[in-house]
């Protein structure tokens, strides 16, 4: 990742990491950015994502529902965890209510318009379970958010704390490969963002409440909260 932390972000399980502040993961031109778990690539649908802020994804461009391509098999199976630095610029989406920070439906999140909570989703035995929760996702101020998902549960946070958890059925796998699962961008629709993403992580297993409050304590200060 970009630098050391204080306290360390956890590491074990750490199947998936792209942050833009990081010259291993895009070295400041172009479309292409690196996974720097596995070193795969990944597409930008313009290079002004990478460009337009240093350091950022940045997904407030005229030309709207800017997107980054993810793997359809990020490496996750029975458990997840997957956690982005977060800030929204206008309160104007490109389309509906919600600014989206990742889709399609395997795993969501995205941030309502108006009332600044937090949708977030995951698939289990082809069912989508989704809920709002959480309402202190402030205009141009940065905040990690966050979902955890095991044997049934999955629980959402925002800086480091716990605002819901949502019962996610009682049979049946996780479902853990689509395609057109993008950051920025609902899969191919045009519900997308309009806002800036630092480091989005994904883990194969749950993060524990200690380990999600450590992971936005290490990287808050540079973010200015």
């Known amino acids: ?18 942050d833009p502040a990081d010259k291993n993961c895009y070295g400041g031109s ?19 994502i990478g460009t337009d802020t240093s350091g950022v994804f940045d997904f407030g461009g005229n030309t709207g529902a800017l997107y980054i391509d993810l793997p359809d098999t990020i490496g996750y199976t029975t458990e997840v965890s ?13 389309l509906g209510s919600y600014h989206i920070i990742c889709g399609d439906y395997a795993f969501e ?15 289990v035995n082809g069912t989508r379970y989704v809920a709002n929760q959480g309402s202190t996702i402030g205009l141009n101020t940065w905040h990690c958010c966050g979902v955890t998902y095991t044997n049934y549960t999955k629980t959402a946070y925002i800086d480091g704390v716990s605002v ?3 019962a996610c059925g009682s049979s049946g796998n996780l479902d853990n490969s689509v395609s057109n699962r993008r950051l920025g ?5 045009n519900y997308a963002m309009r806002g800036n993403l630092g480091p989005f ?3 194969n297993r749950v993060l524990s409440a200690t380990e999600v409050l450590d992971l936005y304590n290490a ?6 909260v």
């Open 82 to 94: 997957f956690f982005s630095w977060f800030k929204r610029t206008t309160n104007t989406s490109v």
């Open 164 to 166: 819901g958890t949502q």
């Open 219 to 224: 990287q808050r200060s540079r973010f200015g």
């Open 30 to 48: 172009g479309t292409s950015a690196t996974d720097t778990v596995n070193l795969t690539t990944n597409t930008l649908s313009d290079a002004s």
């Open 185 to 189: 961008r609902f899969g191919t629709s």
């Open 109 to 123: 999140m995205s941030v309502n318009v108006g009332n600044a909570y937090l949708r977030n989703g995951v698939t």
């Open 1 to 18: 990742m970009a630098t050391s932390y204080s306290p360390k972000i956890p590491t074990n399980g750490l199947c998936f990491v792209m």
């Open 201 to 203: 992580m994904v883990w």
